[in-house]
Each structure stands twice: as C-alpha cells, then as structure tokens.
C-alpha cells in the first residue's frame, strides 16, 4: 500500500520540559540537514523509520532512507514539499525548516579560501 515498505506502527514522543524550552534556540542556528539529523535522533528514529514515516503522511512513495541521508550529510536541501512533511512528522515549524534551508544554501555557496581551493593552478 506504502511502495517498498508498510507502515502499521504508532509512534509516540515524549519531550521532556527541559528539551522543549531551549530546543528551539538550540536548533535556529542549524543548517537544514543537522537539524533533521537531530530532530530524528531525539526522537530515536532511524533514517528508515523517518522515511516510512514520511510516505504515510504524505502518501508518496518516492521517499527512501538514502534521501534522508543526503538531507542529513547537506548532499541535497529538501525542497518545499518535502520541508513541509518533514514539519509535520518531526514537528519542526515550517518557518525554522526554512530558515535552517537557507541557511544550509548559504554555507554551500560560500567562497573557499586559498587553503581550501581545489582547483589545479594554471599551466
């Protein structure tokens, strides 16, 4: 019913008082793929657990765990569809997802010093 794999589970989370009073200002600094890495790890999911969680919510299955893994290593930056299934199942808003997005491109596009230029010097 799910594409490769069927969901039949419930899951529940529970977030003590500590965890979501400061969560939030923990995570606003975050590009997109930590904050996903985190999210999911405080709620002891797995990459395979996240990604079935997001094809019954969105009911596409064109999700899988190596998606998530690219997320989480800042391979790929998850568009608007996925950023907005992603909130719902991490609980995550809309708004911090899209902040930790652009915040994700910015650092992908910075400028690499002297040191850390790869490319060959000219001939």
């Known amino acids: 019913m799910y594409g490769m794999f069927e969901a ?3 899951l529940i989370v529970v977030i003590s008082d500590r965890e979501s009073a400061g969560c939030d200002r923990d995570r606003s600094a975050q590009p ?3 904050l996903i890495r985190d999210v999911r790890r405080r709620r002891h999911m797995t990459q395979y657990a996240l990604a079935a969680e997001l094809i019954v919510a969105s009911g596409n299955s064109a ?3 190596s998606c998530i893994a690219r997320w989480e290593r800042g391979r790929r930056i998850p568009g608007p ?4 299934w992603l909130g719902v199942v991490l609980g995550v808003s ?4 899209a902040e930790a997005a652009r915040l994700a491109r910015a ?3 910075r400028p690499h010093g002297p040191a850390n230029d790869r490319r060959r ?3």
């Open 81 to 84: 569809y996925w950023r907005g």
């Open 63 to 65: 999700m899988t765990p």
């Open 32 to 34: 997109i793929g930590a």
């Open 94 to 97: 809309d708004d911090q997802l």
């Open 8 to 10: 039949n589970f419930v």
């Open 107 to 109: 650092r992908r596009h």
């Open 121 to 123: 010097p000219p001939r």
